[in-house]
Structures are given as structure tokens and as C-alpha cells.
């Protein structure tokens, strides 16, 4: 009878698999691209797949030094370039994969440990949570989806190591080096958490220290093999920026208009992203350790006690050290919070387990929370749905003028000219979805220099129609907002 359970228990898991799927996946490539990070690595990538260079990220065809990340976020969007072609939904595909890995390694990790039907309702919980699905993650071209994934895969390998056998250690570390090769620095917190966590387990001590040597080893295997090509592209300049901007400016400073209250700014982002099971997990962080011991052993009291969950602290180290982190750092986004989403959600899941375990009666708030829990999880999914269907619905209207007339119409590499620099996400239509080659150029200068075919990027106004009609210019294509003007 056991085994008939376990394999119902784990045949449920698939709706909840396939829930995440289609919130990730369905009309993915739809929404428009959006400005900085996505669309800019969007461009990197299909500059390393034209250019051959697998080493330096480019934009617009110079070496970048304002987005300072490493190389396997460009390496994972350039693959899936090769096979799909070049496409937001390409772009965002590796994104979307990896948070569904994600969302099996953190159903599995809650299986080990609390049980089958703890991992389920984690699972669901993060299937219906917008801000680990859609805000700079899943459906995103941006690198924090890929930086969850391995990170939880460190973690996952980690907690093997300690579980079962102390062999998994360089594969936890391995997959920390690829973490550190998707957003570098930003991984320092969880390698912080994941010590901490380890250093208060009591099944440490069947790790031996070979283990630990071999665990730094593979982590910087990936990252030194990278580094070493790095320098011998274009020496310490990469490096240089990194650890001035990416590290020490952003660490002490609020940079690009990024500043926050300490520990406030945080919070309202967990309450926001993850609503309504944010507002769950805050009830059973005040309340829970008291229900969850009078559940456990009957007695009754208000005496603080840990309760199981906290018993676990490669868990519960994995959210406080990071947090603690974000909120000392001068620049503070939502998107940190991102590998973070996991834990909330198993932490979550365990509370509801607990309130539904057999034999607990609950009373007074925690039976209003129980009788709350199948209303919060239909919130959950129309809050979630809703938010990803405002995304499918969103224009952009340079978007939309620019991959509606492709350069293959016109011969290959046909420069398209802005007056001034373009946002990235125009940038990555008319170069990615187009095919043009974005060039910055005053109107004054197109008019001497463009050859047939250049296309010149305008505002839609009257006095830019009238110079397009006095220069003998061609109107290609227009909108309510722009013009398209061919030599």
C-alpha cells in the first residue's frame, strides 16, 4: 500500500509541473522586450553567435563594460538562438526552462525532507507566484532565472552531500562555479548562506576534508577556466569594472536610482511578488512556531520553541544571510530577492502541511488560515494569470514598427539610424528581430552618408514628415508614434 501511495503522491506532481510549464511557457514570446538588462543581453547574445566571440559580450558592436556579468547567461541565450533563431521567445526560452528546473529541485529537496505533500503545495505555490515566474525571471530574457537554478542546484547537491553521500560535494560546487558565471558577485550571499548553514548541521560531520577541497576545486574550475580567456581578450579592464562598479559602487552606493528603506523596501517586494501566499507566510513566521508546537505535542502555553522546519538550517540560513545582505547593500531590486522565492514557498507549504496534518484541530486564527487555503491558492492563480496576461497584452510601439519590416527585405546588415542612442529594447528589435545594424546617426549625417536602403528612425510629428518629403526620402512604415524613412 506504501508503494501504490508513493507513486500516487508522486504522479501528482506532474499537474503541478505542468501548471508551472504553461505559466512559463504560454504566448512567452509575446510581451515585448523590456528596456536594460533583457533586451541588452538579448543583444549581447546574438552578437556573440554573429561575431564568433564567446568570450567578450559586445552591444552595438563595442565591448561592454556596463553590463558586467559574466559569460554563461550570453552562452545560454546564444544556444537557444542556434536552435530556435533569433526571437524574444528565444531569448527568454533558457529563463523559463530554468525555472521550472528550478521548481522540481525545490519539490524534491521538500520531499526529502518534509514529505510528499509538502513538496506539492511548494511546488504549487511557486507555479502560481508572479514574482518568481514572470517578474525578471521565467518569462525574461534577464540572467536571475538561470542564477536561481544553479544556485538551487548547489544547494540541492549540497544538501545530498549531507544526506545520503558526502560524493555529491564537488557537484555542488561545480554547480556554484556556474552560478558565479551567470551574475558573478551577487552569488557571495548564498555562498555565505549555504556555510552558515552547513557549520550548524549536525551532518557535517561525515564530510571529511577532501570533500570541502574538492568542492572549491569544481566551483573554480568553470570560473578560473573563464577568467583566463577573459584576460587574454582584453586583459584586467573587464575585471577592473567589475569589482569597482559591479561590486564595490553598487555594494556601498544606491546606483541608477536604486535606493530603499532598510528592511522595508525588501518586505513590501515579498508581499507584492509573491501575493497572496506572502501574506500566509507572514502569519505563520509571528504565529506558526506556537501553533506548530501545540499541533506537535499537545501543550499549550505561549513559551517561544523552534518548531521542525527551523530545525533545518541549510533552509532557513539560505533566506536570512541573503536578506540581511540585500538590505545592507546601497542599491536595493526586487529581482535579488529572486532565489529567495523558493525558500518563502517551502516555508509556506510546511505551515499549511501542518495545519491539514492528521490529528491537529486547529482553533481561532489558524482554523480561519485553514479554512483559507484552497481561497488563497485560486487568488494566487487568478493574481498570477492576470499578471502574466497584462504582459502578453503590452505594446511597444518601436517594437512593433521595427520587426514589421525586416532587413532580409532590404539585403543583409542594412544599417538602421537613430538620431540619438536607442533604448535596448529598440536596439534588440531592429538589430535581433530585424536584422538591421543599428547605427547612431544625426539626420544631418544620414542624409550625406546612407547608402540605398539605410532606414532612418523618427518620431511620427508633422515637421518630421515634412523633412522626409523635402530631402526625397522614402516613407517605408509608420505608426501612430514613428515614421520609417528609406534612403
Known amino acids: 500500500m ?10 501528482l506532481a506532474i499537474p503541478v509541473l505542468l501548471l508551472a510549464a504553461f505559466s512559463l511557457f504560454f504566448m512567452l514570446g509575446r510581451p515585448p522586450a523590456a528596456d536594460w538588462d533583457e533586451s541588452r543581453h538579448g543583444v549581447s547574445a546574438y552578437e556573440m553567435v554573429r561575431s564568433g566571440d564567446w568570450i567578450r559580450n559586445t552591444y552595438l558592436g563595442e565591448t561592454e563594460y556596463w553590463n558586467l556579468k559574466p559569460a554563461l547567461g550570453f552562452w545560454l541565450e546564444a544556444a537557444s538562438y542556434k536552435v530556435f533563431g533569433f526571437s524574444t521567445f528565444a531569448m527568454r526560452f533558457p529563463s523559463a526552462l530554468c525555472a521550472l528546473f528550478t521548481v522540481a529541485l ?4 521538500a520531499r526529502r525532507h518534509f514529505g510528499p505533500r509538502t513538496a506539492l503545495v511548494a511546488g ?5 507566484s508572479f514574482g518568481f515566474l514572470a517578474y525578471h525571471t521565467g518569462r525574461s530574457g534577464d540572467f536571475d532565472s538561470p542564477f536561481c537554478f544553479f544556485l538551487s542546484l548547489s544547494l540541492y547537491f549540497l544538501d545530498s552531500a549531507l544526506q545520503k553521500n558526502r560524493f555529491f560535494m564537488p557537484a555542488a560546487g561545480f554547480a556554484f562555479g556556474l552560478a558565479l558565471l551567470v551574475k558573478s558577485f551577487a552569488a557571495a550571499p548564498f555562498f555565505l548562506a549555504m556555510t552558515f548553514g552547513l557549520l550548524l548541521s549536525e551532518e557535517r560531520k561525515r564530510l571529511k576534508p577532501p570533500d570541502y577541497l574538492l568542492y572549491a576545486l569544481a566551483g573554480a574550475l568553470p570560473v578560473l577556466a573563464w577568467a583566463y580567456a577573459r584576460f587574454h581578450a582584453d586583459g584586467f579592464a573587464f575585471f577592473q569594472r567589475m569589482v569597482s562598479y559591479d561590486l564595490l559602487a553598487r555594494g556601498g552606493n544606491a546606483l541608477e536610482g536604486h535606493p530603499g528603506v532598510f528592511l522595508l523596501h525588501y518586505l513590501g517586494g515579498i508581499i507584492a511578488y509573491l501575493f497572496p501566499w506572502s501574506l500566509a507566510a507572514i502569519a505563520f513566521l509571528f504565529y506558526g512556531n506556537r501553533m506548530v508546537r501545540k499541533s506537535s505535542n499537545g501543550k499549550s502555553g505561549f513559551s517561544f520553541e523552534w518548531n521542525a522546519f527551523f530545525r533545518k538550517p541549510l533552509f532557513w540560513t539560505w533566506f536570512i544571510v541573503p536578506f540581511v545582505f540585500f538590505n545592507l547593500s546601497g542599491t536595493k531590486l526586487y529581482w535579488y530577492l529572486n532565489p529567495l522565492y523558493p525558500f518563502i514557498a517551502l516555508f509556506t507549504a510546511w505551515h499549511f502541511h501542518e495545519l491539514f496534518r492528521e490529528g491537529n484541530t486547529p482553533k481561532g486564527f489558524w482554523l480561519f488560515l485553514r479554512r483559507a487555503a484552497l481561497p488563497l491558492g485560486m487568488i494566487a492563480l487568478a493574481a498570477c494569470w492576470t499578471a502574466i496576461g497584462l504582459q502578453i497584452a503590452g505594446h511597444d510601439a518601436a517594437q512593433d514598427l521595427t520587426a514589421k519590416n525586416p532587413s532580409r527585405d532590404r539585403g543583409a546588415n ?6 540619438n542612442t536607442p533604448p535596448q529594447s529598440t536596439a534588440f528589435s531592429a538589430e535581433v528581430i530585424a536584422g538591421y545594424q543599428p547605427v547612431v546617426l544625426k539626420r544631418e549625417e544620414f542624409l550625406k552618408r546612407a547608402s540605398r536602403g539605410w532606414i532612418l528612425f523618427l518620431t511620427n510629428t508633422d515637421e518630421n514628415a515634412r523633412f522626409i518629403a523635402s530631402n526625397g ?9 514613428y515614421l520609417l524613412a528609406e534612403k
Do not use: G, H, R, Y
Open 2 to 11: 506504501a508503494s501504490v501511495k508513493n507513486k500516487t503522491e508522486a504522479l
Open 106 to 109: 525545490w519539490m524534491l529537496l
Open 124 to 128: 504549487f505555490i511557486l507555479a502560481t
Open 414 to 419: 542594412v544599417p538602421f539610424c537613430f538620431e
Open 473 to 481: 526620402l522614402v516613407p517605408a512604415d509608420s505608426n501612430p508614434a
